[in-house]
Protein backbone atom coordinates (compact mmCIF):
# COMPACT_ATOMS: atom_id res chain seq x y z
CA UNK A 1 0.00 0.00 0.00
CA UNK A 2 1.57 3.32 -0.64
CA UNK A 3 0.18 6.12 1.46
CA UNK A 4 0.40 10.00 1.21
CA UNK A 5 0.69 11.02 5.06
CA UNK A 6 0.42 14.68 6.61
CA UNK A 7 0.53 15.49 9.91
CA UNK A 8 3.40 13.15 10.19
CA UNK A 9 5.33 15.56 13.01
CA UNK A 10 2.25 15.96 15.18
CA UNK A 11 1.38 13.75 18.14
CA UNK A 12 -1.12 11.53 16.48
CA UNK A 13 0.86 11.17 12.48
CA UNK A 14 3.65 10.14 14.25
CA UNK A 15 2.17 7.04 16.08
CA UNK A 16 0.53 6.18 12.65
CA UNK A 17 4.19 6.61 10.64
CA UNK A 18 5.63 4.25 13.06
CA UNK A 19 2.63 1.88 12.27
CA UNK A 20 2.96 2.28 8.47
CA UNK A 21 6.14 1.98 8.51
CA UNK A 22 6.14 -1.32 10.28
CA UNK A 23 3.34 -2.88 8.47
CA UNK A 24 5.67 -2.76 5.37
CA UNK A 25 3.77 0.50 4.11
CA UNK A 26 5.40 2.91 1.54
CA UNK A 27 4.97 6.07 3.25
CA UNK A 28 5.61 9.51 1.49
CA UNK A 29 5.19 12.57 4.00
CA UNK A 30 3.88 16.28 3.94
CA UNK A 31 5.47 18.56 6.43
CA UNK A 32 6.89 22.20 7.07
CA UNK A 33 10.42 23.05 6.49
CA UNK A 34 9.51 24.73 10.18
CA UNK A 35 8.36 21.86 11.57
CA UNK A 36 9.70 19.80 14.41
CA UNK A 37 10.62 16.48 13.81
CA UNK A 38 12.02 15.16 17.25
CA UNK A 39 8.66 12.22 17.45
CA UNK A 40 10.31 11.05 13.64
CA UNK A 41 13.65 11.99 13.67
CA UNK A 42 14.70 7.65 13.55
CA UNK A 43 11.95 7.11 10.53
CA UNK A 44 12.92 10.45 8.53
CA UNK A 45 15.10 7.54 6.26
CA UNK A 46 12.62 5.39 5.87
CA UNK A 47 10.34 7.34 3.97
CA UNK A 48 9.77 10.04 1.55
CA UNK A 49 8.86 13.52 2.67
CA UNK A 50 8.50 17.18 1.03
CA UNK A 51 8.54 20.80 2.66
CA UNK A 52 5.07 22.00 1.27
CA UNK A 53 6.36 25.39 2.33
CA UNK A 54 9.05 24.95 -0.40
CA UNK A 55 7.04 23.28 -2.79
CA UNK A 56 5.77 25.72 -6.39
CA UNK A 57 2.69 23.31 -6.01
CA UNK A 58 1.70 20.26 -4.79
CA UNK A 59 0.91 18.14 -7.86
CA UNK A 60 5.16 17.20 -8.02
CA UNK A 61 4.21 14.72 -5.08
CA UNK A 62 1.39 13.59 -7.04
CA UNK A 63 3.33 13.37 -10.31
CA UNK A 64 6.74 11.73 -8.50
CA UNK A 65 4.10 9.07 -7.04
CA UNK A 66 1.16 6.79 -7.31
CA UNK A 67 -1.36 6.98 -3.66
CA UNK A 68 -3.59 4.50 -3.19
CA UNK A 69 -4.74 6.43 0.05
CA UNK A 70 -4.41 9.84 2.00
CA UNK A 71 -4.36 9.73 5.39
CA UNK A 72 -4.95 13.67 6.53
CA UNK A 73 -4.19 14.49 10.21
CA UNK A 74 -2.28 17.87 9.62
CA UNK A 75 -4.63 20.45 11.56
CA UNK A 76 -4.18 24.23 13.24
CA UNK A 77 -6.29 23.90 16.54
CA UNK A 78 -5.37 27.47 17.13
CA UNK A 79 -3.48 27.21 20.26
CA UNK A 80 -0.54 29.44 19.19
CA UNK A 81 -2.90 32.27 18.00
CA UNK A 82 -3.47 31.90 14.43
CA UNK A 83 -5.87 34.06 12.42
CA UNK A 84 -9.01 33.26 11.13
CA UNK A 85 -7.36 33.05 8.04
CA UNK A 86 -4.55 30.83 8.98
CA UNK A 87 -6.62 28.02 10.09
CA UNK A 88 -9.26 28.17 7.87
CA UNK A 89 -6.15 27.41 4.92
CA UNK A 90 -4.52 24.65 7.57
CA UNK A 91 -7.64 22.93 8.57
CA UNK A 92 -9.98 23.75 5.23
CA UNK A 93 -7.98 24.67 1.97
CA UNK A 94 -4.88 22.39 2.65
CA UNK A 95 -7.26 19.45 2.93
CA UNK A 96 -9.38 21.07 -0.41
CA UNK A 97 -6.28 20.77 -2.30
CA UNK A 98 -5.39 16.97 -1.46
CA UNK A 99 -8.98 15.89 -2.17
CA UNK A 100 -8.76 17.52 -6.14
CA UNK A 101 -5.05 16.21 -6.36
CA UNK A 102 -6.24 12.79 -5.12
CA UNK A 103 -9.76 13.28 -7.03
CA UNK A 104 -7.21 13.61 -10.40
CA UNK A 105 -4.76 11.48 -9.80
CA UNK A 106 -7.10 7.91 -9.61
CA UNK A 107 -6.41 8.22 -5.32
CA UNK A 108 -8.71 5.30 -3.93
CA UNK A 109 -9.20 6.04 -0.52
CA UNK A 110 -9.47 10.14 1.78
CA UNK A 111 -9.31 9.16 5.17
CA UNK A 112 -9.50 11.86 7.15
CA UNK A 113 -8.83 12.68 10.79
CA UNK A 114 -12.50 14.94 12.56
CA UNK A 115 -13.10 16.01 15.75
CA UNK A 116 -16.10 15.10 18.05
CA UNK A 117 -16.31 18.46 19.00
CA UNK A 118 -20.00 20.67 17.79
CA UNK A 119 -18.83 22.28 14.54
CA UNK A 120 -19.93 25.66 15.70
CA UNK A 121 -18.00 25.84 19.51
CA UNK A 122 -14.69 27.00 18.02
CA UNK A 123 -12.69 28.15 14.94
CA UNK A 124 -11.12 25.12 15.04
CA UNK A 125 -14.14 22.63 14.89
CA UNK A 126 -15.69 25.20 12.46
CA UNK A 127 -13.00 24.86 9.72
CA UNK A 128 -12.56 21.50 10.02
CA UNK A 129 -16.61 20.50 9.94
CA UNK A 130 -16.48 22.84 6.80
CA UNK A 131 -13.65 20.37 5.30
CA UNK A 132 -15.92 17.31 6.54
CA UNK A 133 -18.74 18.48 4.48
CA UNK A 134 -17.04 19.46 0.85
CA UNK A 135 -15.22 15.61 1.34
CA UNK A 136 -18.88 14.41 1.79
CA UNK A 137 -20.08 16.29 -1.53
CA UNK A 138 -17.48 14.39 -3.29
CA UNK A 139 -17.41 11.01 -2.13
CA UNK A 140 -18.44 9.63 -5.49
CA UNK A 141 -15.23 10.47 -6.94
CA UNK A 142 -12.85 9.61 -3.83
CA UNK A 143 -13.78 7.28 -1.21
CA UNK A 144 -13.98 9.19 2.46
CA UNK A 145 -13.94 7.76 5.61
CA UNK A 146 -14.04 9.73 8.02
CA UNK A 147 -12.95 9.30 11.90
CA UNK A 148 -14.43 11.68 14.36
CA UNK A 149 -11.96 11.06 17.19
CA UNK A 150 -12.43 11.77 21.16
CA UNK A 151 -10.11 12.83 23.82
CA UNK A 152 -6.79 10.47 22.65
CA UNK A 153 -3.71 10.71 25.10
CA UNK A 154 -0.14 9.06 25.18
CA UNK A 155 3.75 9.24 24.90
CA UNK A 156 4.75 12.45 22.66
CA UNK A 157 1.96 14.42 23.38
CA UNK A 158 1.73 18.29 22.61
CA UNK A 159 3.20 19.86 25.69
CA UNK A 160 0.40 22.96 25.26
CA UNK A 161 -2.12 20.40 25.90
CA UNK A 162 -4.12 19.74 28.81
CA UNK A 163 -3.10 16.50 30.01
CA UNK A 164 0.99 17.32 29.17
CA UNK A 165 0.27 20.33 30.83
CA UNK A 166 -1.36 18.68 33.79
CA UNK A 167 1.27 16.17 34.50
CA UNK A 168 4.35 18.60 34.03
CA UNK A 169 2.55 21.22 36.63
CA UNK A 170 2.14 18.30 39.03
CA UNK A 171 5.61 17.14 38.98
CA UNK A 172 7.48 20.65 39.24
CA UNK A 173 4.81 20.89 42.46
CA UNK A 174 5.65 24.63 42.36
CA UNK A 175 2.23 25.85 43.44
CA UNK A 176 -1.81 25.54 43.37
CA UNK A 177 -3.01 24.67 40.12
CA UNK A 178 -6.44 26.20 39.24
CA UNK A 179 -8.59 23.67 37.67
CA UNK A 180 -12.51 24.01 36.38
CA UNK A 181 -15.18 21.90 39.00
CA UNK A 182 -14.37 19.29 36.55
CA UNK A 183 -17.68 17.27 36.67
CA UNK A 184 -17.67 17.88 32.85
CA UNK A 185 -17.18 14.15 31.31
CA UNK A 186 -14.78 13.11 28.70
CA UNK A 187 -13.74 9.57 27.00
CA UNK A 188 -9.87 9.29 27.65
CA UNK A 189 -8.49 6.87 24.73
CA UNK A 190 -4.89 5.46 24.41
CA UNK A 191 -2.91 6.51 20.98
CA UNK A 192 -2.40 2.87 20.32
CA UNK A 193 -6.13 2.20 20.27
CA UNK A 194 -6.76 5.24 17.85
CA UNK A 195 -3.67 4.12 15.82
CA UNK A 196 -5.23 0.43 15.54
CA UNK A 197 -8.65 1.58 14.11
CA UNK A 198 -6.64 3.54 11.32
CA UNK A 199 -5.13 0.56 10.66
CA UNK A 200 -8.45 -1.55 10.73
CA UNK A 201 -9.96 0.79 8.52
CA UNK A 202 -7.09 1.01 5.89
CA UNK A 203 -7.25 -3.07 5.71
CA UNK A 204 -10.98 -2.54 5.67
CA UNK A 205 -11.72 0.11 3.30
CA UNK A 206 -12.30 -1.66 -0.11
CA UNK A 207 -15.59 -3.54 1.88
CA UNK A 208 -16.62 -0.03 3.17
CA UNK A 209 -18.80 2.31 1.48
CA UNK A 210 -18.00 5.38 -0.62
CA UNK A 211 -19.06 7.74 2.80
CA UNK A 212 -18.40 6.26 5.83
CA UNK A 213 -18.16 7.62 9.20
CA UNK A 214 -16.57 6.33 12.56
CA UNK A 215 -16.65 8.29 15.80
CA UNK A 216 -13.24 6.84 17.60
CA UNK A 217 -13.60 6.60 21.57
CA UNK A 218 -14.12 3.57 23.78
CA UNK A 219 -17.89 4.63 24.95
CA UNK A 220 -16.51 4.67 28.55
CA UNK A 221 -17.37 8.44 30.43
CA UNK A 222 -15.68 9.40 33.34
CA UNK A 223 -15.63 12.89 35.05
CA UNK A 224 -12.65 15.25 34.66
CA UNK A 225 -11.93 15.37 38.05
CA UNK A 226 -11.86 11.50 38.58
CA UNK A 227 -9.75 11.47 36.14
CA UNK A 228 -7.16 14.26 37.23
CA UNK A 229 -7.48 11.92 40.77
CA UNK A 230 -6.51 8.90 39.04
CA UNK A 231 -3.14 10.63 37.78
CA UNK A 232 -2.54 12.44 41.27
CA UNK A 233 -2.89 9.02 42.70
CA UNK A 234 -0.75 7.54 40.57
CA UNK A 235 2.31 10.10 41.03
CA UNK A 236 1.69 10.17 44.59
CA UNK A 237 2.82 6.62 44.83
CA UNK A 238 5.78 7.29 42.25
CA UNK A 239 7.48 10.08 44.13
CA UNK A 240 6.04 10.27 47.49
CA UNK A 241 4.98 13.83 47.04
CA UNK A 242 1.91 15.28 47.93
CA UNK A 243 -0.36 16.56 44.90
CA UNK A 244 -3.69 16.22 46.01
CA UNK A 245 -3.67 19.24 48.29
CA UNK A 246 -2.19 21.74 45.23
CA UNK A 247 -5.02 20.59 42.73
CA UNK A 248 -7.67 23.46 43.06
CA UNK A 249 -11.33 22.05 41.51
CA UNK A 250 -13.61 25.43 40.79
CA UNK A 251 -10.97 27.74 41.22
CA UNK A 252 -11.65 28.42 37.50
CA UNK A 253 -14.49 29.26 35.29
CA UNK A 254 -15.86 26.73 32.45
CA UNK A 255 -14.62 27.94 28.55
CA UNK A 256 -17.44 29.47 26.64
CA UNK A 257 -19.43 26.67 25.16
CA UNK A 258 -17.94 23.89 27.19
CA UNK A 259 -19.15 19.94 26.28
CA UNK A 260 -20.13 18.51 29.82
CA UNK A 261 -20.81 15.46 27.86
CA UNK A 262 -19.56 14.57 24.67
CA UNK A 263 -22.05 12.63 22.15
CA UNK A 264 -19.84 9.68 20.67
CA UNK A 265 -21.29 6.33 18.72
CA UNK A 266 -18.65 3.90 18.13
CA UNK A 267 -20.84 0.99 17.36
CA UNK A 268 -19.66 1.33 13.40
CA UNK A 269 -15.98 0.72 14.54
CA UNK A 270 -17.19 -1.72 16.67
CA UNK A 271 -19.25 -3.62 14.66
CA UNK A 272 -15.83 -3.82 12.03
CA UNK A 273 -13.93 -5.59 14.57
CA UNK A 274 -12.52 -2.54 16.53
CA UNK A 275 -12.47 -2.88 20.38
CA UNK A 276 -9.92 -0.72 22.93
CA UNK A 277 -7.33 -2.64 24.21
CA UNK A 278 -6.02 -0.05 27.04
CA UNK A 279 -7.95 0.78 30.35
CA UNK A 280 -7.57 3.88 31.91
CA UNK A 281 -5.16 2.88 34.41
CA UNK A 282 -2.69 1.17 32.10
CA UNK A 283 -2.86 3.95 30.22
CA UNK A 284 -1.96 6.51 32.42
CA UNK A 285 0.73 3.99 33.94
CA UNK A 286 2.54 4.32 30.68
CA UNK A 287 2.09 7.72 30.19
CA UNK A 288 3.54 8.58 33.48
CA UNK A 289 6.38 6.33 32.59
CA UNK A 290 7.22 8.87 29.95
CA UNK A 291 7.11 11.82 32.29
CA UNK A 292 8.78 10.75 35.15
Known amino acids: MNILLTGATGFLGSHLLESFISKGFEVTILKRSTSKTFRINSLL ?93 YANKIQFINLKVEHMYGPKDDTKKFLPWLINRMIKNTGEIELTS ?32 FDVGTNEFIEVKDFVLLIAGQLEKITNKEIHSILKFGAKEYRKGEIMVPVLDNSALLNLGWKPKTKLQQGIKKILKEYI
Open 45 to 137: KKVEFYDIDTLSNLDIVFFKHKFDVIVHTACSYGRGGESIVEMVNSNLIFGLNLMELGIKNNVQTFINTDSLLPRDINNYSLSKAQLSDWLKQ
Open 182 to 213: GVQKRDFIYIDDVVAAFNLVLKKRKNLESYQR
